[in-house]
Structure formats: C-alpha cells, structure tokens
C-alpha cells in the first residue's frame, strides 16, 4: 500500500520510523532484532536509509596512499525486501541522487517496483564525506527535484528509451522537508519554495528533518500552506541517547535545540541521563503532534529501537 493511503485510511495518527542498514558483514537477525521491539505499536511503514560509497586512504606499504572506495552500509533493498516479506509491512527505501546515473536510477525502480514496493522517499544525498559539496554523477541527477520527476515520468510510463510507452509504474513518492532549512539554502523561504517545486514535480508527502521546537514544525507546515503545499507532512523526531549526541545532531542535522531543552541537557552527567530526558522530551514532543493531529510520527532509531519503544509505549 501507499503511505498516502495508509494515512487517508488513518483515524489517527500513524507510527512509523527510520532503520539504518547494518555495517557491511552483520547479518539481517540485527535488523529484526531492531524492528521486533516495535512491531507491537503496529507502524505501518519503515523507512530503510541510503548510503553511499566513502573513500578511505589504504596504506601500501611503499609509503604511497591508495585510495578506496567502500559502502560501509549495503543492502536497503534488500533489507526492504526481507522486512515486507518478515513483517507484513510496507518498507520505503531511500533511493538518492548522489552516485546514480538516470539509467542505474531507473533499474533501481524496475528492481523496487518486481518486489513490490510502492512507496520510495527520493533525496539528493549528502556530499561524499571526503567532499566539501555535493557531486552528482556526470550523467545523474543534482537535486532531489529532477529524481522526483524521473519517478513520477515512469510512473506515467515513460521510461528512458525513445518514444516507446513502456508500463508505467505506480510508486508513491516521499520527499524531504526541513523545518529549520536546509544547511546549504539560502534562506528558510527559498528552500520552502524548492519545496514546492519537489511537490509539483510529484511527491505527495513530505518527511522532515528532526527537529525538537514543535512549534518550528507548526510554523513550516503554515508556510507549507501558505505556498500552496498541501500534501501531507510528516514529523520526524529523534530520542537524544548520549553525552555525544549533544553537540553530533546540531553539528550533522543542522538543527537548534531550543532554550529550555538545552538548559536541561546542560544539566546531564551521564549518558543515561541524556537518554531519560531525551526519551521524556521525545514523549511530550508525540503527544502534542498527535493532538494537533499530524499524520504520522516519524521516529529516526538510528539502530537503536530501545528509545523509541519507551516512547511509543506511552503514545500509540
Ligand atoms: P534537495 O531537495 O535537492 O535540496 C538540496 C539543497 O539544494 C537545498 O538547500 C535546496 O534548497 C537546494 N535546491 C534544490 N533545488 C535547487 C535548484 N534547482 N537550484 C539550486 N538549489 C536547489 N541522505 C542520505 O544520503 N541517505 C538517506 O537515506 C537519507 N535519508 C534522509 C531522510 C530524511 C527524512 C531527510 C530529511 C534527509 C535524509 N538524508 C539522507 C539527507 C539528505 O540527503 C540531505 O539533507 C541532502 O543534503 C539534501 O537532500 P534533499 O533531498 O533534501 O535535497
């Protein structure tokens, strides 16, 4: 099914949340022992995340540096399959601009659409770590908006080749929105109207970035209206576990925490700490969203469900 449908279909809010593939050599069990813990809270779909090559500097031994590349987490659709196929749940894949050709693009989707997957959430993909900025592939997209179009033309069954009108495909397309602005936008408002763009170009939900001031996802879904998005927007929230997480989710998310939380975390000694008042912010944060009636709660596990189960108990 459709994430559009699963909400359309909703009487209240949904949840669902994000899953990370493991590092290359793990076995699937760390994935099931992952989603096992929350399939109580019935989510109606998962999100399985993209990642792209790294390059890594090997020494060989004469004193010279080879470079490498390596994908350190292989297998979303894999793991999409394996999880439809366990579970009896819609999996959405990320599928990403960044190192893709059109051509490999479009037998991504062939491969998605035999399995069955109806849904992919469509991004341009962060810059190669060792890259300052983001590099399409030479005959790939540069912006999530021309992946979306690229979906959405073979969903009305045009495909690559010339002229010829081939089975169109019928995926229900994701996009991703950002409360607090894209880190390279040069404003809140330009980014909001490249939105619009992704949206017209046929996404028909959004995804946010975590965030952690409600009222900064209350705001965005106003200018959202406002422009004339009208499809649904999904929150996505993030439990923060550890000491570390402090300063790692504002550095890599690009996100604020606001006043009050930052004061409390000030406050935390240990990562257990961190974790009993990320999980508590996290609770308040679900409740007043599904009182304001969002569609879904979107919850980033980072391969840690322990979190998000905690919450979901309290929510759903
Ligand atoms: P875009 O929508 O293409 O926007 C990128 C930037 O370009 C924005 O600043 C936008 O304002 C600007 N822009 C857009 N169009 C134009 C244009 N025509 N001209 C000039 N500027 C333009 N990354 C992964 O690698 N794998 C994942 O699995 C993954 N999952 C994610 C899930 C969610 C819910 C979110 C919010 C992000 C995820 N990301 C993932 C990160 C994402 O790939 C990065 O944030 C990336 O930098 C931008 O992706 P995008 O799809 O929003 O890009």
């Known amino acids: 099914m459709q994430v559009t449908e699963h909400i359309d279909a909703a009487k ?5 949340f994000e899953i990370l593939p493991p590092l290359k050599g793990k076995s699937i069990q760390s994935i099931y022992d992952g989603i096992d813990p929350l399939m109580e809270f019935e989510p109606k779909f998962v999100n399985v995340t993209y990642h792209r090559e790294e390059y890594l500097y090997k020494e060989k031994g004469n004193g010279l540096l080879e470079k490498v590349s390596i994908r350190k987490r292989p297998g979303t659709v894999g793991i999409c ?3 439809m196929n366990k579970y009896n749940v819609d999996a959405v ?7 893709f050709s059109k051509e490999e693009t479009e037998n991504a989707l062939i491969d998605l659409q ?11 993909g962060d810059p190669i770590k060792t890259e300052s900025s983001f ?3 030479p005959n790939g997209h540069s912006y999530a908006v021309e ?9 009305e069954g045009e495909y690559m080749m010339d002229d010829i ?4 495909t019928n995926f229900c397309i994701g996009a991703a929105g950002y409360p607090e602005k894209h880190f390279e936008a040069m404003n809140l408002q330009t980014d909001l109207l490249r939105l619009k763009r992704k949206v017209d170009a046929g996404a028909s939900y959004v995804v946010t970035q975590m965030f952690f001031d409600n009222k900064k996802y209350f705001d965005f879904v106003k200018s959202c209206r406002n ?11 993030k439990p923060i576990r550890t000491l570390n997480h402090i300063s790692f989710l504002p550095k890599f998310f690009h996100i604020d925490y606001p006043e009050e939380l930052s004061t409390e975390l000030l406050k935390c000694k240990s990562n257990s700490d961190v974790e009993e008042l990320g999980i508590e912010w996290s609770i308040q944060q679900s409740k007043e969203l599904v009182k304001e009636g969002a569609p879904c709660i979107h919850y980033y596990t980072m391969s840690n469900s322990d979190a998000v189960k905690s919450i979901a108990s309290q929510i759903f």
């Open 114 to 124: 035999f399995l069955g997957i109806d849904n992919v959430l469509a991004l341009r």
């Open 227 to 237: 422009i004339g998005i009208k499809v649904p927007i999904i929150p996505g929230l």
């Open 12 to 16: 209240s809010s949904l949840f669902s």
């Open 93 to 99: 894949p990320h599928l990403i601009c960044g190192g």
């Open 135 to 137: 590099r399409p592939d």
């Open 81 to 83: 399959a394996a999880i």
């Open 147 to 155: 992946l979306i179009q690229q979906i959405s033309n073979m969903n």
């Open 165 to 168: 009108k081939l089975e169109p």
